[in-house]
C-alpha cells in the first residue's frame, strides 16, 4: 500500500477529515493517559526553512508523546537544493527514519519531498498553505459551536492560511467569505476548486472585498498578518494596501455578539487586529494554538494506520 502524506487537505475526502478532527479530541482528552504510542521506536525529522514558534514545538511534543524521537533540522543545516537535491535527501531520510515534517517557502518542495520517499510527509506551511493550522481551527470550531454548519469569515490577505482554511471549510460544508483588498484575494484556481467542492458537501465559498458586509452574520473571524514569512520587504506597501481592513472592536460590534475571533498566530497587533479584540473574551486563537499538538497527534496516528 502506498504511504500517505498530509500536504494541502484537498486530498482528502471529509469523512476522512472529520475522523482526523475526531481523533483529535479523542487526542485531547486522552493525553498523558491512555494515549497509544504510535511512534514507540520510530523517528521524525523537522526541515524547515522558515522561523516557527508552535509548529516545531506542537510536533516535537506530538511526537515525543506518541513515543518517537525527533530531530530538528534547519535548513541552513542541510541545504534543500543547495547542498543536495530535495530528491536526495527525501531519498536519505526514508532510509533512517520513519516521517518527515517539513516547512518551506515554494509549495513544490514539500510535494518533491514527498513524492520522493517511501514515508509519510507532512506539510507543516507553505508559500501556498498550512493545512495542520486548518485542521486546529476545525477542531476549535467543533469544541466551540458544535454541529453548527458555521459562516466563516476571513478578513485581511487571502494567504496560506486563507487558502488552508477555505480549503477545510468548503470540505466540511461550511460557509466561507474571504474578505480581502484588490489583489490580495485567495488563490483563484483554489476558489474555484472550494467552490466545486462546496456543490458536493452544501458549503458556500465567496470572495469579497466588502468586509463590513461579510461579518454581519459571521460566526467567526479569522485573520493573519499582512506579510508572510518571505514578504519582509513588502511590508511597507501592504500595511498601506490592508488599511481598513484591521480585525478591531469596531469591526466586531458589527458582527453578532458572540462571534467568535481567531488568528493563527503570530499576530502583529495593532496592524491586522487589536490586542483588545485578540486578548477579549471572543477569543480562540490561544485555544487553536493548543489545538495543533492535539489534531498534528490525530495527523500522525492516521498516516500510521492508527
Ligand atoms: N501558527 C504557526 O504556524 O505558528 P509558527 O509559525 O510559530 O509555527
Ligand atoms: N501567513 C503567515 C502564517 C504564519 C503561521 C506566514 O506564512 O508567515
Not at 156 to 162: A, I, L, P, Q, W
Not at 175 to 197: M, V, W
Request: proline content about 3%; hydrophobic content about 40%; aromatic content about 6%.
Amino acid at each position: 500500500m502506498r504511504k500517505k502524506d498530509l500536504l494541502t487537505l484537498l486530498e482528502y475526502s471529509p469523512e476522512e477529515l472529520r475522523g482526523i478532527l475526531n481523533l483529535a479530541a479523542k487526542h485531547k482528552k486522552e493525553r498523558g493517559t491512555v494515549e497509544k504510542k504510535t511512534l514507540a521506536g520510530k523517528t521524525g525529522v523537522l526541515i524547515f526553512q522558515k522561523p516557527s514558534l508552535r509548529t516545531r514545538v506542537s510536533f516535537e511534543t506530538a511526537i515525543h508523546e506518541l513515543g518517537g524521537h525527533v530531530i530538528y533540522l534547519p535548513d541552513e543545516s542541510v541545504g534543500m537544493d543547495t547542498r543536495e537535491s530535495v530528491e536526495d535527501i527525501a531519498r536519505n531520510l526514508e532510509r533512517i527514519v520513519h516521517l518527515v515534517v517539513a516547512r518551506t517557502y515554494a509549495h513544490g518542495t514539500v510535494t518533491r519531498l514527498a513524492g520522493a520517499c517511501g514515508i509519510p510527509v507532512i506539510n507543516a506551511l507553505t508559500d501556498w498553505c498550512h493545512p495542520c493550522q486548518a485542521l486546529a481551527f476545525g477542531l476549535t470550531m467543533l469544541e466551540a459551536r458544535p454541529g453548527k454548519r458555521l459562516n466563516a469569515v476571513f478578513v485581511g490577505d487571502g494567504n496560506n492560511v486563507c487558502n488552508s482554511i477555505m480549503a477545510l471549510c468548503a470540505k466540511l460544508g461550511y460557509s466561507f467569505t474571504a474578505a480581502c483588498p484588490k489583489g490580495y484575494e485567495p488563490d483563484a484556481s483554489l476558489t474555484e476548486k472550494c467552490k466545486k467542492i462546496c456543490e458536493e458537501t452544501g458549503g458556500e465559498t465567496n470572495v469579497t472585498n466588502d468586509l463590513h458586509a461579510a461579518v454581519e452574520q459571521a460566526d467567526v473571524i479569522y485573520t493573519d498578518v499582512w506579510a508572510s514569512m518571505g514578504q519582509e520587504a513588502e511590508a511597507e506597501k501592504r500595511r498601506a494596501a490592508f488599511r481598513g481592513y484591521q480585525v478591531d472592536e469596531a469591526l466586531i460590534a458589527r458582527a453578532p455578539k458572540d462571534v467568535l475571533v481567531s488568528h493563527c498566530l503570530p499576530a502583529k497587533r495593532g496592524e491586522e487586529i487589536t490586542g483588545g479584540v485578540l486578548d477579549s473574551a471572543n477569543s480562540v486563537a490561544y485555544e487553536e494554538a493548543e489545538n495543533r499538538l492535539h489534531v498534528q497527534k490525530a495527523v500522525i496516528t492516521y498516516l500510521f494506520g492508527g
